[in-house]
């Protein structure tokens, strides 16, 4: 929960920037920049003083964060050798005194040795490739290496490396893959993993090191560099001046990945796949060459100011990339990324008198544009207003009721939170927020009125955090609607953005902006979120368990706590509606096929996790393809049988090929991903309204209260 920005940070560029030069290529050796040792200083003295766990940087936390920084950069322990951690071990202490002190030598000494064990594994990789392997060895790869030790020497490394290459060998054999272009794609594979790590600069070492200090602390405080603070605002306001194009790194060349609709590059006639080989500014600017540079490099290129042109010139997908490319002028505009934005869309359950309308809102973020709005813009961007715009279209197509689907919804701007709320309820506190020093304040909606007063179900997962939970407690605690799905992520605490530049004093972006825990929220019947989540009044069967993901994964999470409820008045008491609604849904879900096909994939999915190992036999590994292959099959010939989805649609399941994800063409990547989203059954979507509509025909004059009974809706506001 952040009062600016959403949790999770964007790891994908979005098009965007100006520079006019190329980036000069990474030394050898990485060093500190001159600006990293006032950021760490200014990181210092904000976590050491107003961070709601402040704790003092000493020896004790410095070798906390030296643990952590290890972790970071070898989690797997694939590359460093032992020797290399007890060499580093002397700086297991001294990492505070290297942040005190301004001199941030050791954790760039320790990447650069990183780098160099990168460049030794790879190229001991790649001389595999040559001798070929024998599949008939009955002999296991151990890939879960997350509890293992550190390798004692480079003989150890190499047997682990050898199984690594054989098993990547083996899937590529299994997919179909002839020997001589297993051996080419593993070849380019390796090497193209040393070329991006080659790639990473100073500012990636750093935003690593300050991350593992601030992690240390507390997992949901992180440092963002500039360029990834950029990203960050750019995701929050759903918002970007650009040319509406999401751009991927394949190979040596920056590609289109997806095209916002209706946006500049679409219009130009860009394409999903299309290569750009170069970027020149206005009409005049050179044309500078992008081919091999990093994508973030490239993004910086073609963002630009809304009204500016930018010239790209372009090799189509479909042609060679040899082809004399195309060059084409573009207009920057401001462009809506409407791909995180809520939207809607009516699932019709039950038959002849008792058929229900149910819309559904899918809301993948709480965003908001905080610089339209602080500027008073008319149409800034926020979760809360395209929400109340999606309701009033849904009660003029005389929906029964709806279902705000959060799954996945990872949190955002507390604001917005309680705004959204708002929309359901009458007035009254929906949050309590209590501050380092013990103060409570109450986030209240004080609007009079509700945009949707009818039936509601809520429906979560255990990756609904933060300003997910604030929402579906408070629709809980009032009793407003129906919580549906899986305890969620248990994340209940606030973070506030800061810039350290404002601590610098200068105006420029060079400091980058600090994410850190400020306060902690708890519901408005006092309990808190932190650790338990929301615990759904209708639960489905938990796909990710509490040791695996969530907030209670973390040994320096923030305890449960409790504290007084505020003062507020419960619309209705559902609890009584509940056994009625469990007894339909299990009896329903029992006879349902896409729901047990998902219960299977969780099990399925508990199996896989206890596995630590895999057989590196050619025989073992085949069966177990082919037995997985026809499960697939039968479950596709099922689904068009029972007529789940359309005959056309039933072969988009991919069996293994082998492959990374950046080996696979873009535009069979985006065509696959478009299938997926529009084909494929969702079992639980549908399964929530189908309760939703039990509760509305179960619906007392109670529960009509709370608006999960037929009734004609008589208020409405929007924002």
Do not use: C
């Not at 084409?328 to 008792?354: F, H, M, N, P």
């Not at 008073?376 to 979760?383: F, H, I, K, L, T």
């Not at 506030?496 to 708890?522: C, M, P, Y």
Request: charged share 30%; no cysteine; glycine share 6%.
């Amino acid at each position: 929960m952040m009062r600016r920005f959403p949790l999770a940070l964007v790891t994908a560029l979005l098009v965007a920037g100006l520079v006019t030069a190329k980036p000069a290529a990474p030394p050898s050796q990485l060093s500190p920049l001159p600006d990293q040792g006032k950021t760490a200083a200014f990181t210092m003295y904000t976590l050491s003083r107003v961070h709601y766990r402040s704790m003092p940087l000493d020896d004790a936390l410095s070798v906390k964060i030296y643990d952590a920084y290890l972790e970071a950069i070898d989690n797997d322990k694939l590359f460093l050798l032992r020797s290399d951690v007890d060499a580093f071990s002397v700086y297991r202490e001294k990492l505070d005194d290297a942040i005190r002190n301004q001199q941030l030598d050791p954790p760039f000494e320790l990447f650069n040795r990183y780098i160099q064990r990168v460049a030794e594994r790879t190229a001991h990789a790649r001389a595999l490739l040559a001798q070929g392997f024998d599949f008939t060895v009955d002999e296991q790869y151990h890939y879960d290496r997350k509890e293992a030790q550190w390798a004692a020497d480079t003989a150890e490394l190499d047997e682990i490396w050898r199984k690594r290459v054989k098993n990547d060998w083996l899937r590529l054999k299994l997919a179909g893959k002839q020997d001589s272009e297993i051996a080419e794609t593993l070849d380019k594979r390796y090497s193209r993993f040393l070329e991006r790590i080659r790639e990473l600069d100073s500012e990636d070492v750093f935003q690593t090191f300050l991350n593992a200090y601030a992690m240390a602390i507390e997992p949901h405080t992180s440092y963002l560099a500039p360029r990834t603070a950029d990203a960050f605002e750019i995701q929050m306001s759903l918002s970007l001046e650009g040319i509406g194009a999401v751009l991927q790194r394949d190979d040596e060349y920056t590609v289109i990945r997806s095209l916002v609709p209706g946006g500049p590059a679409e219009k130009a006639g860009l394409g999903v796949g299309d290569r750009v080989l170069a970027v020149g500014q206005d009409s005049e600017g050179a044309m500078v060459d992008v081919i091999g540079w990093r994508i973030d490099d490239t993004v910086k290129l073609i963002r630009g100011p809304k009204d500016s042109t930018v010239r790209l010139d372009i090799v189509p997908a479909a042609a060679s990339v040899d082809s004399r490319p195309n060059r084409i002028s573009i207009v920057r505009q401001k462009v809506k990324l409407e791909e995180q934005a809520a939207k809607k869309r009516i699932i019709e359950v039950g038959e002849g008198d008792s058929l229900r309308r149910i819309g559904v809102i899918e809301l993948p973020t709480f965003y908001q544009d905080f610089e339209g709005r602080r500027r008073g813009e008319a149409d800034y961007r926020s979760a809360t207003r395209d929400v109340a715009n999606l309701l009033n279209q849904l009660k003029h197509e005389n929906v029964d009721g709806v279902v705000l689907d959060l799954r996945n919804n990872g949190g955002g701007s507390l604001t917005e939170a309680t705004e959204l709320t708002g929309l359901f309820i009458d007035e009254g506190p929906v949050v309590q927020v209590k501050s380092a020093q013990g103060r409570v304040e109450i986030e209240r909606d004080r609007r009079p009125g509700r945009t949707w007063d009818g039936p509601l179900a809520v429906l979560v997962n255990r990756v609904s955090a933060s300003a997910s939970e604030i929402f579906a407690a408070a629709i809980q605690d009032y009793g407003r609607g129906l919580i549906i799905g899986e305890p969620t992520y248990g994340k209940g605490t606030v973070q506030n953005l800061v810039s350290l530049d404002q601590l610098s004093g200068r105006g420029e972006a060079r400091h980058g902006q600090l994410k850190f825990t400020v306060a902690q929220f708890f519901r408005i019947n006092g309990s808190s979120t932190q650790i338990k989540g929301v615990v759904p009044d209708i639960q489905f069967p938990v796909s990710l368990d509490a040791e695996d993901y969530g907030e209670s994964v973390y040994d320096n999470a923030l305890p449960w706590a409790q504290i007084e409820p505020a003062d507020y008045e419960q619309v209705a008491n559902l609890d009584p509606l509940v056994p009625s609604l469990l007894a339909r849904h299990e009896s329903r879900i029992a006879e349902d096929q896409e729901f047990r096909f998902w219960q299977e994939d969780i099990a399925d999915y508990r199996r896989q996790r206890e596995r630590k190992s895999v057989s590196l036999l050619e025989d073992t590994r085949r069966q177990e393809r082919d037995e997985q292959e026809a499960r697939r099959k039968n479950r596709e010939a099922l689904r068009v049988e029972l007529g789940l989805v359309d005959e056309s649609n039933a072969s988009r399941g991919r069996s293994d090929d082998g492959l990374q994800a950046d080996e696979r063409s873009v535009v069979e990547q985006a065509a696959e991903e478009r299938a997926r989203r529009e084909g494929r059954p969702d079992a639980l979507l549908s399964e929530a309204a189908r309760i939703l509509a039990d509760a509305i025909s179960l619906g007392t004059d109670d529960l009509r209260l709370a608006g999960l009974a037929p009734a004609k809706s008589t208020t409405s506001t929007s924002d």
